[in-house]
């Protein structure tokens, strides 16, 4: 028996895991790490079941390549080689690439799909984040400068929390990285503070709150907007940061009378204009908004306005309030304004965000006739016929591509259209470190995992897999060697490093630097630059000599290291043109028009919203017996009184413009009326995950309608989904 330790990949709460296992080196037990400083023994029952997870007997063990409809396993060389003629026969804009949710939490998915973006040649670039935070990217970089430069609620230090469209107690949180999620919320609670949950279900969070409020799907700008014209119109701003546009928000507010966005959002004027003051009056407040408040028709605008409220109640950028984090890896200032709409789609005319077009438009791009049709694909870590809007419509057209590679340890939903399937291996065999997560978490801290278990010999790591393919797709062939691309990828960054003014190795020789670094293959060695580099780092960051951080450093501190509270950031961190935090930036402004104009619209009687699970994480959990067993959870949920009047029994039809569903029902007055709720991940069919087969349920995004997005970020829109309902 021996224990390791290493940081949960499973949701973006970083738990430290502290793993047992046996002589044979399976897994035999997973608990939370004491040990470390940020997560201190927290575990969900997600990160208990690591070990079934990982060692799942669907899981690929070796490449697979379809020929004429058959499955055969292949070794790694021809897998490569079957790759290289596949993508040698689609010219560079006819293929496209798209990268999954798992992406943003692995080593290889942060590392290395910028590079195999760019080798491919190609504008058709799509990933889970227009499923999910893409206004979010797009908020940001015009309030911000920068898509990345995303605040976060102090979760440990605010005394007012106005959480909308998340549902922490199931997700353990989103875009704000909180290990024990729940335990915050009750300290919160503990220390006099108060917690305001907005849902159109009252979920076990909103049962934590001190209040929940019942939304209209798809309406909280309403809300929003509400509070912005009572913190104007009661003369309740207090902004604490250099801002231009305030004037602008102000007039762009008016026609928002809290009366008028009680009727649009379904919430009571006078708790809409007792929110205002009391974040108003709190001594310290935050606003955060969640995937409730991004999958929706005005998800950018929402976004805008969750920020809006935080500066114009002096909140933003201070202890308590929405901040900054420092992440270790943070690279250095960011100087250039953000653009957007830099190139369109070729069918819909969509802008790119963030260099990436909606996944609502991928369907189109491949099936739309005409030079630029996508003929080629490659998806890492996902699983778009589940997880996309209207995926039945993905699942057909992805059978016509002429050329399909997944990267995924599964043949799913997804996988099963590829002609190849390169399976990266387990996660106690890889590396871990979470670049992505560890720059949006409420504390600053660091942790490094390396590889629990060593490689069989001849398989590769998911580093190696995305090098390869980025070396295949730029020319090189498929037996390139994929060091070359880490020495170059390296050699840049340190030489941009040594010629920027004001950097901490200003002047000194690349060559020389890199001799310093240490690390077992090119992902630990590029953490190692980037550490080193970094705002703590040993090249000259904060800290002082040997307390300075280097990959060597975090192999030392096994249960991670503690950074400290969060501090204000203002206005060094900005990027945008003026140097200022833009309020009122154009494009957004001239959105509200829309939002606007659809105050009077006449509400459909049903919409669709979505919903997560403890233990579930979107499509790919269903395979292990402790998280799906028990009932039933692919439910339609429905307001007892809805069902009554429809005459709805045990099932229903579930009809929208995209398509229709036969349903099990779940009564519940936790879910307001009008509004039936359907998690989405499930509809397992042609899949080779054969626990997951045996509760398959249905797919959520049968009825989700790829022609309606966020104008702003192309965001799918999943909640506020207009729906008819029928007895079955
Ligand atoms: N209706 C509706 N639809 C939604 C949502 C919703 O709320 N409602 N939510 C949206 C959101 S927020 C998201 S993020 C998307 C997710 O969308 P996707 O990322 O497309 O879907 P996932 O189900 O997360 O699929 C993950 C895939 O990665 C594979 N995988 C797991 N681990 C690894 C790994 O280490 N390496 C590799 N290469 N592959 C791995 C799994 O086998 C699976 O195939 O779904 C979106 N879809
Ligand atoms: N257990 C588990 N954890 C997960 C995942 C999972 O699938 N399962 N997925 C991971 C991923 S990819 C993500 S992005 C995060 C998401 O993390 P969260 O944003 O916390 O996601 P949810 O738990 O879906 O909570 C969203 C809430 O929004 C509500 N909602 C729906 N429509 C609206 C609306 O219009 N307005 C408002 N105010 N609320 C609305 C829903 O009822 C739901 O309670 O979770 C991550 N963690
Ligand atoms: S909360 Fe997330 S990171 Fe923590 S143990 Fe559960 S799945 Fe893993
Ligand atoms: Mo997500």
Redesign the pocket.
């Known amino acids: 028996m021996r224990t390791a330790h290493r940081t949960c990949?499973l949701c973006e709460a970083v738990c430290g895991l502290t793993i047992t296992l046996d002589d044979d080196d399976r897994v035999v037990g997973v608990r939370g790490d004491d040990a470390d400083p940020f997560s201190k023994g927290f575990i969900c029952p997600k990160g208990a079941s690591l070990g079934r997870l990982d060692e799942d007997p669907d899981r690929l063990s070796r490449p697979m390549v379809r020929e004429d409809g058959e499955w055969r396993e292949v070794g790694w060389e021809e897998a490569f080689e079957a790759v290289e003629r596949g993508l040698a026969a689609v010219p560079g804009p006819e293929r496209a690439i798209?990268?999954?949710?798992?992406?943003?939490?692995?080593m290889?998915?942060t590392l290395y799909s910028g590079p195999l973006v760019r080798s491919l040649g190609t504008r058709q670039v799509y990933?889970?984040?227009t499923?999910?935070?893409m206004p979010k990217h797009v908020a940001a970089g015009l309030m911000f400068g920068h898509p990345l430069t995303i605040p976060v609620p102090d979760l440990d230090r605010t005394d007012y929390l106005l959480m909308l469209g998340a549902n922490p107690l199931e997700s353990n949180g989103?875009l704000c990285t909180a290990p024990d999620f729940p335990g915050r919320l009750k300290a919160l609670r503990r220390r006099g503070g108060r917690l305001v949950v907005v849902d159109p279900r009252r979920t076990r969070t909103a049962a934590l709150a001190d209040e929940h409020v019942f939304v209209r799907p798809g309406m909280d700008s309403y809300l929003l907007m509400g509070i912005v014209h009572t913190l104007f119109a009661e003369n309740l701003t207090d902004v604490r940061v250099p801002v231009t546009g305030l004037a602008e928000v102000e007039a762009a507010v008016a026609a928002f009378t809290p009366e008028a966005c009680a009727a649009a959002s379904g919430v009571p004027a006078e708790v809409i204009v007792r929110l205002a003051r009391e974040l108003a009056a709190a001594p310290t407040a935050a606003v955060y908004g969640r995937?409730g408040t991004?999958?929706v028709e005005f998800g950018t605008i929402a976004q805008w306005l969750v920020d809006v409220v935080n500066v114009l109640t002096g909140n933003l950028d201070r202890p308590g309030g929405a901040m900054f984090p420092r992440a270790a890896t943070e690279g250095p200032p960011r100087r250039k304004p953000y653009a957007r709409g830099r190139w369109h789609s070729r069918v819909r005319g969509l802008p790119e965000a963030n260099g990436e077009l909606p996944v609502a438009t991928l369907a189109d791009e491949m099936e739309t006739p005409g030079e630029g049709r996508i003929r080629a694909l490659i998806?890492?870590?996902?699983?778009?016929v589940?997880?996309?809007?209207n995926g039945a419509r993905l699942d057909r057209v992805l059978a016509g591509l002429d050329f399909m590679v997944?990267?995924?340890?599964?043949l799913?939903e997804?996988?099963r259209h590829a002609h190849v399937i390169l399976?990266?291996p387990r996660?106690m065999q890889?590396g871990h470190y979470d670049f992505a997560l560890l720059a949006l978490a409420v504390r600053d801290y660091t942790r490094y995992s390396p590889p629990v278990l060593a490689l069989a010999p001849g398989r590769p790591p998911?580093t190696v897999?995305l090098a390869r393919l980025a070396m295949i797709a730029s020319g090189q062939g498929a037996g390139a060697d994929p060091a070359l691309l880490d020495e170059m990828i390296l050699d840049q960054m340190l030489r941009k490093a040594v010629d920027t003014p004001g950097s901490p190795v200003e002047g000194r020789d690349p060559a020389e630097l890199r001799a310093a670094l240490t690390g077992s293959g090119g992902a630990e060695l590029r953490l190692d630059a980037m550490l080193r580099l970094g705002p703590y780092g040993v090249w000259g960051g904060r800290a002082e000599g040997d307390d300075g951080l280097s990959l060597e450093r975090l192999l030392e501190s096994p249960h991670g290291i503690d950074l400290g509270a969060l501090e204000p950031r203002l206005p060094g961190l900005l990027s945008t043109a003026s140097g200022t935090v833009e309020l009122a930036p154009e494009a957004i402004i001239a959105d509200v028009g829309r939002l606007r104009e659809a105050l009077g619209r006449e509400t459909n009687a049903f919409v669709l919203i979505?919903?997560?699970h403890l233990r579930s994480?979107?499509?790919?959990m269903h395979n292990v017996g402790p998280l799906v067993g028990g009932t039933n959870r692919c439910t339609l949920q429905i307001n007892p009184k809805d069902a009554a009047d429809l005459g709805l029994a045990e099932q229903a039809v579930i009809r929208s413009a995209a398509g229709e569903l036969t349903v099990w029902l779940e009564p519940t007055d936790t879910i307001m009326r009008g509004v039936v709720s359907?998690?989405?991940?499930w509809g397992h069919s042609g899949s080779a995950q054969l626990v997951a087969a045996k509760h398959a349920g249905v797919n959520?995004?049968t009825?989700?309608d790829e022609s309606i997005i966020d104008p702003l970020s192309g965001n799918?829109v999943?909640?506020g989904v207009p729906v008819t309902l029928t007895p079955a």
């Open positions: 990949p798209y990268l999954g949710n798992p992406s943003a939490h692995t290889a998915g990933s889970a984040s499923s999910d935070q989103s995937i991004c999958t998806t890492v870590a996902g699983n778009p589940l997880s996309a809007p997944s990267v995924d340890p599964y799913n997804t996988t399976p990266p996660v890889a998911e897999i979505g919903r997560r994480n979107n499509s790919w359907l998690p989405h991940g959520a995004n009825l989700t799918a999943f909640n």
